[in-house]
């Protein structure tokens, strides 16, 4: 067309050279700009994508929050939590977030306990049972002389059974994360850990667990007070496994604060030249803080020469060209044009076709409507969801079509505004509201709504989900988190809600309002005698008397604060239980109720054939005045309950200002006792037994003392029952033990009289499974021929399980030890119950020793006792001897031994050796003076 001729021409050689590089140029420059246009759009869809990738994994993470709370919660909430409670727990817990890989609890365990603890597990039934270190040759900084051994897992299959036993301690990946969660209460998450078992690393979110009823307040007091952790193991292919990407090419991986790189579902890129096969790489860096771990998100896209739009771009071209080669005529320049629209036309058919499979085939029901809000089209999944076809919806005014008539109530308005809107605006937050099936049945649904411009046109876009199955994992989760499993009355998080809301109105309100805070009396005896499965029916039972006692004027209001029940009766945990009462008039009226909750719960129980006899102890703390906080309200009611037990249980009583002064006290000298031993604080003193006949030492009595840095020598009235109530005498009594054994040993190897040294054993210890172990590890270690050491049992420990009394202490006998009864006759045994028993010794209260000869029914007691003693051979020992006319009665009876401060005081480890030493013999004629 520039040419006519070879003689005629338009443009010279040169200027075609030049309109010829011109046109090259102009059409490089024009395909540059398109191919940009069309990376653009694709970085628009990418940075979207990689929005949904972070506020996925956000979600996620965020979701670890709710289960390990829910797991600790579980373990406050029961003080005789089981495996199998806590497997039920974790089941369900797993089954509402599949993505989870594993439920872990460990246990805190001391260096000198871990034997022990090791025959507990096999015990349990984790057979072959040991401790096995993460890292070898690790020294975990964590804490000296004391393990994190792992106790149980969820789900438990032949695999990850191999985790049980492995000290988390070591784990050097995790060492960071476990201190930081014990120190700070807080939840914490490790490193990636590998162990020879899995085949790839994993990582594991940490949650401690605290000893008592409130959460201690200072990392010193949370380190004391640790008794485990919970976690939860996150297999980091099955936890991100669940992204969602529209686009196959997409690459996604996520980096963590270790450095270590996890690579998920994205494609490798293509190998070959880089010119035909890349033409770009798109990458997105965000990230999502996971409990101490940093999570860096880099998500990477590459543009390959395929992304360009051909058609758009050979459009552009053949347009440009036709602008710039005017020469073509017009003909051609319409021609171009018809081709064009052709071709474009056939492009947004094929993108509209493709747009509406896509609709289609989505997961959510996908909604068009115009600003007046009748409904324009509606995928298939709108079909499924509301039982309406597309030809119905269609015309039809979307939001009396698919919501109730409540719904409309509450949200109508605004979702009506929002229709009638024109102005464009982001896509709105989704919405919780009730949808409605066609056939008039109601159903949680999700909605949300975007707006796009057509034209001239607004086009509101909405997004519709059936949300019901959540729903249902939510109601479960809160049926866990905030009810009793045994007792189906509100837990302790619940009842903390409702009685934080009743502080609040009191106060605001100018009213009062109490807890009670009811403990069952003796509650333990009865479970470890007749079983727990026992104790569980009496717990349900004594609920079941609570609920029919409390009047209609006693209880708070039944709405529900965010699903919370607001039931005013509640379970704590074990045999624990509180009520909540409202707007009481007089404090007096907090009483009367209490009292006759405890004239209720006083009465014959019949349990699966047993008729058992229960009391109740009962504290009353009056809000706002002992607390405007319900942890120093439920603190004080506490407080006052033990006090209701001090003063001889079966009774009730009100908070005061020195209660609170004691506990404190209390609370101080059992964080004392737990270093006690560690400080070489706790000493035995001996006080020697003479022998009626002799008048020579034949045996001595092994007497705990607490001498502390601060406060000086402790009673053992003051320390020995908060030590059984901390559970501290099981440690405290195992030092008495092999302590004993090694100074009777000492004596002997020094030449010293062989004698026999007896000591006491609490209840606690009478009932360890392995104690039959420990005594005979302790003769071992110390060298000494059991003969020499007796065992002291009070009458009321031996009387608690008969069957089980008599093959422990059958085996004592077999060893050959000595056996005696302590503080006989303070007990409830009879003639019939103490032949059967295998003893040696009986030991004479000295509550009946004290008036003798003078009161006439101590005498025929004591009288009495000693006769028994003779007609069943056993030998007897009078403790509480201060005068010689009590020694006298005592001889004259056939009393074997004597002890006593007529003879000695309880003496420490080196004054009684030099008594030994001395082989004093006492004269024991009536008209001697002991002095």
Not at 212 to 227: K, N, S, V
Not at 688 to 716: D, F, V, Y
Not at 804 to 829: A, C, H, K, P
Request: aromatic share 8%; glycine share 6%; with cysteine.
């Amino acid at each position: 067309m520039f040419l006519q001729s070879d003689n005629e021409r338009v443009f010279s050689t040169f200027h075609l050279l030049l309109i010829g590089i011109f046109i090259l140029f102009a059409l490089f420059a024009v395909a540059a700009l398109s191919i940009r246009g069309d990376i653009q759009d694709i970085q628009a869809k990418f940075n979207e994508e990689a929005s949904q990738v972070q506020h996925f994994i956000s979600q996620r993470v965020s979701s670890l929050e709710t289960v390990l709370i829910s797991l600790a919660g579980l373990h406050h909430s029961s003080d005789d939590l089981n495996i199998a409670e806590f497997g039920g727990f974790t089941q369900e817990i797993l089954s509402a977030y599949p993505y989870l890989d594993a439920i872990i609890r460990a246990d805190r365990v001391k260096m000198g306990n871990i034997e022990s603890y090791t025959d507990r597990m096999i015990e349990t039934g984790f057979v072959g049972f040991k401790l096995k270190n993460f890292d070898s040759e690790y020294q975990s900084p964590l804490a000296l002389n004391e393990y994190l051994p792992v106790s149980f897992i969820e789900p438990s299959t032949p695999v990850s059974a191999q985790v049980i036993g492995y000290d988390l301690a070591t784990a050097k990946t995790a060492t960071q994360a476990i201190h930081s969660a014990i120190t700070t209460g807080n939840i914490f998450s490790s490193g990636p850990v590998q162990l020879k078992e899995a085949d790839r690393p994993f990582f594991l979110v940490f949650k401690a667990i605290y000893l008592g009823r409130y959460p201690p307040t200072t990392p010193h007091e949370r380190q004391d007070m640790l008794t485990g952790l919970v976690a939860i193991r996150i297999n980091p292919h099955k936890f991100f496994s669940g992204i969602s990407l529209n686009n196959q090419r997409l690459s996604v991986s996520i980096t963590d604060s270790q450095g270590k790189t996890l690579p998920l579902n994205g494609q490798s890129e293509e190998q070959g030249l880089v010119w035909f096969k890349k033409i770009e790489l798109l990458t997105s860096l965000q990230k999502v803080e996971a409990y101490g771990q940093i999570l860096s998100i880099t998500l990477s896209r590459p543009v390959g020469i395929e992304a360009i739009n051909i058609w758009k771009l050979s459009t552009t071209l053949i347009f440009t060209l036709a602008f710039i080669l005017l020469s073509l005529g017009i003909y051609g320049v319409k021609r171009v044009a018809i081709i064009r629209e052709e071709r474009s036309a056939i492009a947004l058919f094929e993108e509209g076709e493709r747009f509406a499979q896509v609709v289609n085939t989505a997961f959510d029901a996908v909604i068009t409507t115009n600003d007046e809000g009748v409904v324009l089209s509606w995928n298939q999944k709108a079909e499924k969801i509301f039982g309406i076809e597309s030809q119905q919806a269609e015309g039809q005014l979307l939001i009396p079509l698919i919501l109730t008539s409540d719904s409309i109530r509450q949200h109508g308005e605004s979702i009506s505004q929002s229709f009638h809107d024109n102005t464009l605006k982001e896509t709105s937050y989704p919405i919780e509201l009730s949808g409605k099936y066609s056939d008039g049945r109601e159903f949680p649904l999700e909605l949300s709504i975007s707006k796009s411009a057509v034209g001239h046109n607004i086009i509101h876009s909405v997004f519709a989900r059936d949300i019901s199955e959540r729903k249902e994992a939510e109601d479960r989760i809160r049926q866990l988190a905030y009810y009793d499993s045994l007792t189906e009355l509100p837990n302790r998080q619940s009842f903390k809600i409702q009685t934080e809301q009743a502080i609040k109105l009191a106060i605001r309100n100018n009213r009062m309002g109490a807890v009670l805070f009811i403990d069952l009396d003796e509650f333990k005896r009865i479970n470890d005698t007749l079983g727990h499965d026992i104790g569980d029916l009496l717990i349900k039972r004594v609920a079941q008397r609570l609920l029919e006692q409390i009047r209609d004027n006693d209880t708070v209001s039944h709405t529900t604060l965010q699903g919370v029940p607001s039931q005013n009766v509640a379970r704590l945990g074990g045999d624990e239980f509180t009520i909540l009462l409202t707007e009481i008039k007089h404090i007096d009226d907090a009483g009367l109720v209490a009292q006759r909750i405890r004239q209720n719960i006083d009465g014959a129980f019949n349990l699966n054939g047993y008729e058992v006899y229960v009391t109740a102890s009962i504290g009353i703390a009056v809000f706002p005045n002992d607390g405007k906080d319900v942890d120093e309200l439920l603190k004080n009611a506490d407080t006052a309950m033990y006090h209701a037990k001090a003063v001889g249980k079966n009774n009730f009583q009100f908070y005061s200002e020195q209660m609170g002064a004691n506990a404190t006290e209390y609370l101080k000298l059992g964080a004392m006792l737990r270093k006690a031993l560690t400080n070489n604080e706790m000493k035995l003193y001996y006080q020697p037994q003479i022998s009626a006949a002799t008048g020579k030492i034949t045996g001595a009595e092994a007497l705990l003392r607490w001498e502390q840095a601060e406060l000086g020598m402790i009673s053992p009235a003051d320390f020995i029952p908060l030590a059984e109530d901390t559970g501290m005498i099981l440690d405290i009594g195992d030092w008495v033990l092999r302590q004993a054994c090694l100074d009777n040993a000492a004596w002997q190897d020094a030449g010293y009289p062989s004698i026999r040294v007896a000591i006491n054993l609490s209840g606690l210890q009478f009932i360890q499974k392995d104690l039959h172990f420990k005594v005979q590890q302790a003769l071992e270690t110390a060298g000494l021929d059991p003969q020499y050491l007796e065992l002291e049992i009070t009458e009321s420990i031996i009387m608690r399980n008969i069957d089980e009394t008599i093959s422990t202490l059958q085996s004592f006998r077999n060893m050959n030890l000595g056996i005696s009864v302590d503080d006989f006759g303070t007990g409830y045994s009879s003639l019939s119950y103490l032949k059967k028993f295998p003893l040696e010794t009986l030991k004479i209260d000295r509550s009946f020793v004290t008036d003798i000869p003078d009161d006439n029914d101590d005498v025929k007691i004591t009288s009495a006792i000693l006769a028994m003693a003779r007609s069943l051979n056993l030998k007897v020992v009078g403790e509480g001897v201060e005068t010689q006319a009590q020694a006298a009665f005592l001889r004259q009876h056939h009393c074997d031994l004597l002890q006593g401060y007529l003879y000695s005081k309880p003496l420490p480890k080196n004054e009684f050796e030099q008594l030994l030493a001395s082989e004093k013999t006492w004269d024991l004629s009536e008209n001697h003076d002991q002095g």
